[in-house]
């Protein structure tokens, strides 16, 4: 059969649930039947998705594997699923790392395996569905869904202040969940206005006229909801509690998807929705953009705690992918969506490599290490590489992004992209001191003496990520070539809204520059 006669997006957004059908049936006594189960689940929709990637056609931007079906008739809602060159990328990763999340904490949680897998594959569902809905209803179900499950793995699974971080999660997503439902009911009945057609489909609102006032107000709405996902600066402070106290599976899930949640929906809607309000709000957001990179850098370099330290680098390094995003043009926009990809793949390798220790001795303090190279070698090298990948040390796949996104951030604006440049050094700096304190001088702790090396299981997890960190580092373009044409007529239906506001009265006011 052909694959465009399949529902294969339905397939693989769904496929999780059958493993959670398959685990409800299950005896709580059985746990490592029930981790086996939804890990077999998630590696067999990694599998089914990679007809997405060989088949998809790069060389156009129209959506693919479109699913279009009357849902909810007198409302305008229908099940309409579809993905770009965009959000094939980002369901691809989501795919890649949620097997490989699970199998890093096979041995840490032992008590209600049951349900903790059910919330990963649950999570799961809702992070692809989100990637690929084109209805604004289902894209808020989805939104809404992966919520719940985020919040029990940190909730029940979490440390310490599990519940605190829990509660500050839920608040800050939900708040930036109730402005954008009130901003998608606006446009649903601008479009009725407008065209007589009551409609959530997100393609159609691409081609809806909106007056300039009233953009910057919906913008405003969708920007404080995504900029929270992001999150940047200053809503980003529900981030490290988060990441601290989740176990870590829901860390790199996280890290590695979740917040890109936030940067994908400034591309699907706030860009080619609201393009006058985006070009209005250009300068803000590069200054947030600058001091999220900035401040984020300075905090990590502060923090005793490792994984904390991650935690402020994704402020960041997300400020890198907010700067290339808004200097709207291909090479800030391809970097900036590159970065999303390989901020998932080196901040969630840091995360499990954080996971590995904090097994080992029940500790993230910094000062608790020292001389683990001397025990623990190949975890040692593989750390020092996923380290240069943040950073972005030519050859690996954060060089690509950082390079793309400056080159577009300087084309934009040189003072903001000059300042963004600092965050590359004290990157640097937060890294490498903090790599050299856990891993080189003399080993001053007795129990840092009888680590164990890595196992069989990490390398497994660890391993598949570092080939892909080698491989956008080597041959981006087998990545860049796939958005491309998406990414050229995003910037195309911008700057098509601008110069069509010259012609006409709502839009003069903002083109006199």
């Known amino acids: 059969m052909n694959l465009a006669q399949l529902p294969i997006l339905s397939i693989v957004t769904y496929l999780p649930l059958a493993g959670i059908a398959l685990i ?14 939804a890990f077999l689940t998630t590696v067999v929709t990694f599998i089914v998705s990679l007809p997405l990637y060989f088949n998809h056609d790069a060389s156009t931007w129209q959506m693919q594997f479109v699913e279009n079906v009357p849902w909810l008739q007198s409302f305008g809602v229908s099940y309409h699923m579809g993905i770009d060159g965009i959000s094939l990328l980002l369901v691809m990763l989501t795919t890649f ?58 909730g029940i699974w979490g440390g310490p202040r599990r519940i605190y971080a829990a509660i500050k999660f839920f608040i800050y997503t939900m708040s930036g969940s109730v402005l954008m439902l009130i901003a998608i009911l606006s446009l649903y009945f601008m479009m009725y206005k407008a065209t007589g057609e ?21 913008f405003l709405a969708f920007f404080l909801a995504f900029a929270i996902k992001v999150p940047m600066f200053p809503f980003h402070t529900w981030l490290p509690d988060a990441h601290v106290e989740a176990p870590t599976a829901g860390s790199v899930i996280l890290a590695g998807v979740l917040l890109k949640m936030g940067t994908y929906g400034f591309l699907r809607f706030n860009l080619p929705i609201f393009p006058l309000a985006t ?39 997300l400020g890198y992918c907010m700067l290339g ?3 709207l043009n291909v090479e800030g926009i391809e970097g900036s969506t590159i970065q999303m990809i390989n901020h998932g793949l080196s901040t969630g390798a840091l995360f499990l490599i954080v996971g590995m220790l904090y097994e080992r ?33 030519p050859g690996l796949n954060g060089f690509v992004g950082e390079l793309l996104i400056l080159i577009g951030a300087f084309k934009a604006s040189v003072p903001f992209a000059s300042v963004a440049m600092l965050g590359l050094l004290l990157g640097s700096v ?22 164990p090396d890595m196992s069989f299981r990490e390398l497994a997890y660890l391993v598949p990520i570092l080939v892909f960190i080698v491989w956008i580092g080597v041959a981006p373009k087998t990545f860049l070539n796939k958005m491309h044409t998406s990414v050229t007529h995003l910037i195309e239906q911008v700057n098509a809204e601008k110069t069509i506001a010259k012609t006409m009265d709502y839009g003069t006011e903002h083109t006199h520059n």
């Open 97 to 154: 790392l949620s097997p490989l999340a699970l199998l890093s904490t096979w041995s840490a949680v032992t008590e209600r395996v049951k349900e903790y897998m059910i919330c990963l594959l649950f999570l799961q569902v809702g992070m692809l569905g989100v990637f690929c809905a084109l209805d604004f209803f289902l894209f808020y179900v989805f939104w809404e869904v992966m919520l719940i499950p985020m919040y029990f793995i940190i």
């Open 430 to 451: 937060y890294l490498l001191w903090m790599y050299k304190r856990v891993m080189y001088g003399p080993i001053t702790n007795e129990k840092n003496k009888q680590l």
């Open 24 to 37: 409800c049936c299950m005896s709580n006594k059985r746990p490592d039947l029930i981790r086996w189960t």
């Open 325 to 327: 995003m808004f200097a």
């Open 279 to 317: 070009q209005q709000f250009v300068p803000f957001i590069f200054w947030l953009s600058v001091i999220g990179i900035v401040y984020g850098a300075l905090v990590s370099l502060a923090q005793d705690d490792i994984k904390k330290l991650v935690a402020y680098s994704s402020v960041s390094h």
């Open 361 to 393: 001795r029940h500790t993230r303090l910094i000062s608790e290490y020292g001389g683990v190279m001397k025990v623990m070698p190949l975890f040692a090298t593989l750390f020092l590489m996923v380290c240069f990948s943040s950073i972005g040390v």
């Open 198 to 218: 009551y409609t959530f489909d997100i393609l159609k609102y691409h081609q809806l006229h909106i007056p300039a006032a009233t953009q910057f107000w919906l």
